[in-house]
């Protein structure tokens, strides 16, 4: 949680894109600092974030991204419209699916 009250998510499906804001952090391995998107959670998004769970899958509402000015991509949440998901839910969410395999 930042001082202003967002929090920082970094989320990934292991695919690499050009325009991920490229991540230099010492819990990022290098293999990734391209594949993880941050996204900040806003107002009552913000509450939640911190109780979620590394390695857990959820499915995430209304998050909105933009192409920063910096020419990277960037994404926020506001609304708490966030659902934390099984592997069970695979036969239901075709994403979910294609991503455990």
Known sequence: MN???VFSLYVTDY???D???PVQAD???PELNDCALKIEMWDAASKIGPT???GTYY???NVRMRISRGG???AKVVLPKITRLSEEDAG???HLKELLE
Request: overall charge negative; some cysteine; hydrophobic content about 35%.
């Open 3 to 5: 001082n202003n009250e």
């Open 15 to 17: 695919t690499k894109h």
């Open 19 to 21: 325009l991920m804001t």
């Open 27 to 29: 819990w990022c391995p």
């Open 52 to 54: 979620m769970e590394p």
């Open 59 to 61: 499915a995430m509402s």
């Open 72 to 74: 990277y991509l960037e």
């Open 92 to 94: 239901r969410i075709p």
